[in-house]
């Protein structure tokens, strides 16, 4: 079993920036896919951010240009640097990867919110 760790979240106003990090731990042979989804109160989660192991990225159009995504083998960490925030990113963001042997594993979620 993996175990993941956000954190990261929190109140921003808009044009600001975020930093989120999720650490994973547990039973980790390898992991493959690492990303950022994301759910707002009444919309389905969706897709914020992925990175390969390789390190092959892929944005949703609505943040392209605006949030990176990285990730340190060492430490079975993955970030996202979210700059230029606006409003409409405020949701749970969820971390998700995916271990070779366990399958896919999902953070506890972490708030942002961006409001002035």
């Known amino acids: 079993q993996v175990q993941l760790v956000e954190s990261g979240g929190g109140l921003v106003q808009p044009g600001g920036s975020l930093r989120l990090s999720c650490a994973a731990s547990?039973?980790?042979?390898?992991?493959?896919?690492m990303g950022w989804y994301r759910q707002a109160p009444g919309k389905q989660r969706e897709l914020v951010a992925v990175?390969?192991?390789?390190?092959?990225?892929r944005y949703a159009v609505s943040v392209k240009g605006r949030f990176t995504i990285s990730r340190e083998g060492a430490t079975n960490t993955v970030y996202l640097q979210m700059n230029s925030l606006k409003p409409e990113d405020t949701a749970v963001y969820y971390c998700?990867?995916?271990?070779?042997?366990?399958?896919?594993?999902w953070g506890q979620g972490t708030q942002v919110t961006v409001s002035s």
């Open positions: 998700n990867v995916n271990e070779y042997n366990s399958g896919s594993a």
């Open positions: 990175i390969s192991s390789g390190g092959a990225t």
């Open positions: 547990g039973r980790i042979f390898r992991l493959n896919l």
